[in-house]
């Protein structure tokens, strides 16, 4: 048997991008939205939103589920 070349390396991690865009590559609209959006401080304010949003939502939901409910007949 003859031993195995070890001088070649294969990462799969070579061509995964953690969330950057390369200067090559020009970013979609969607990605531009998002990254400003959902990254600092605007993107934590944006989160709050959605949260008292869905808070809201769900209270209003659950109220109007409960008057139905309970309704004296």
């Known amino acids: 048997m003859q031993p195995q070349d070890t001088s070649v390396q294969y990462s799969r991690w070579d061509d995964v991008s953690m969330g950057a865009v390369s200067s090559t590559e020009e970013a979609s609209g969607w990605e531009r939205l998002s990254g400003k959006l ?3 401080k605007l ?3 944006m989160k709050v939103l959605g949260g008292v ?3 809201w939502v769900i209270y209003i939901l659950g109220y109007i589920t409960g008057y139905f ?3 004296c007949k």
Request: proline content about 0%; overall charge positive.
């Open 38 to 40: 959902c990254s600092g």
């Open 43 to 45: 993107g934590v304010a």
């Open 53 to 55: 949003a869905a808070f």
């Open 69 to 71: 409910i309970h309704k």
